[in-house]
């Protein structure tokens, strides 16, 4: 069922339809003022923008709440990035280490990518965009590679984003699928799964700490994870749910959550988006570099899944805000 030639018809909803829809698993809709692909299988449905290959929700089977949290001013085509789901950080996390006049976390996330692939199964419905950075403006980035992005929607949502290395010199990259998880209350959450690890502090001066418990949120936290591989869960006390983030191919993980200052710089949170988000984010970044010698593929997977459960308090930082 897979096709595996190149959109060639940007954002036409018809011609999408005509050559990678397969209703019901996968169709092309206008939201947000933008297009967008909606991939629906086992009882759960993804929407996904042409633009930045981002996911911009996905509501598991079963759930009512999404999933992932998405900006009340979501809008497409504005040129720039919208902040919720899965954005695309590539081929830098962060700011640009040279160039401050470079888009932080890289160029393609407000692009416009094409449609490579789709498939559906009983069980699962998958996308695939493709972005060809060899024509990008070598004054921007001065490597030659392409990106891929795949989703699979069904039981979990697995997001891979591939970089293959189409010059003949190594390069070298940072990246991260930057997921804005949706939660009841950021002070009633716990993030386990990182205890013990190194982490470069982001507001401290790329400070190196280590973690000693799960994390709780009762202040802004913008923290790289350095050498782990492993899942991450989400514990929500208020949602009654743990999200699980696992991963591959990826060193890095980032927890960011902005809380009330930043979040009011920011701009397009909302008024208590702080509250309802955290991203944690599937990376290779601060010093987890990627490098690619010529012709080489890498692969970075993350694959979200969620559970109903009864969670206790316990040591939950409640009424600290
Ligand atoms: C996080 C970074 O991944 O993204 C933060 O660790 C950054 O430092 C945040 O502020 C949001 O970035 P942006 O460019 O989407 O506002």
């Not at 009841?184 to 280590?210: P, S, T, W």
Request: proline content about 5%; some cysteine; charged content about 20%.
């Amino acid at each position: 069922m897979e096709k595996a030639l190149l959109d060639t018809d940007g954002g036409r909803i018809p011609a999408l339809e005509a050559r990678w829809g397969r209703a019901p698993g996968v169709t092309f809709e206008q939201r947000f003022g933008g297009t967008v692909a909606v991939l629906e299988a086992a009882g759960s449905t993804a929407v996904i923008a042409m633009q930045g290959a981002q996911v911009l929700s996905w509501r598991p089977a079963g759930h009512v709440e999404d999933a992932l949290w998405l900006s009340p001013q979501a809008k497409l085509g504005t040129g720039r990035a919208v902040r919720g789901g899965i954005p695309v950080c590539w081929p830098w996390f962060g700011p640009h280490p040279e160039g401050a006049d470079k888009p932080a976390h890289g160029f393609v996330r407000a692009a416009p990518w094409r449609v490579a692939g789709s498939a559906v199964s009983d069980r699962r419905a998958r996308l695939v965009l493709s972005f060809d950075a060899t024509r990008v403006d070598p004054g921007l980035w001065p490597h030659c590679a392409q990106a891929e992005i795949e989703i699979t929607v069904g039981e979990a949502l697995t997001v891979t984003l591939s970089t293959l290395n189409v010059s003949e010199a190594p390069i070298s990259l940072t990246m991260a699928l930057h997921t804005y998880l949706s939660v009841g209350d950021i002070a009633r959450v716990e993030v386990r799964g990182l205890e013990e690890q190194v982490y470069v502090d982001q507001l401290a001066g790329h400070a190196r700490k280590k973690q000693s418990a799960g994390i709780s949120f009762d202040a802004e936290v913008d923290r790289i994870y350095q050498a782990t591989p492993d899942t991450v869960i989400v514990s929500d006390e208020v949602l009654g749910r743990e999200i699980r983030v696992a991963k591959t191919g990826s060193l890095s993980t980032v927890v960011w959550n902005p809380w009330i200052e930043k979040g009011g710089r920011l701009g397009d949170l909302g008024d208590d988006g702080y509250r309802r988000m955290v991203c944690i984010e599937a990376a290779n970044a601060g010093g987890d570099t990627v490098t690619l010698a010529p012709g080489a593929r890498h692969r970075m997977t993350t694959e979200i899944s969620v559970q109903s459960v009864c969670i206790q308090t316990r040591s939950l930082n409640r009424g600290r805000v």
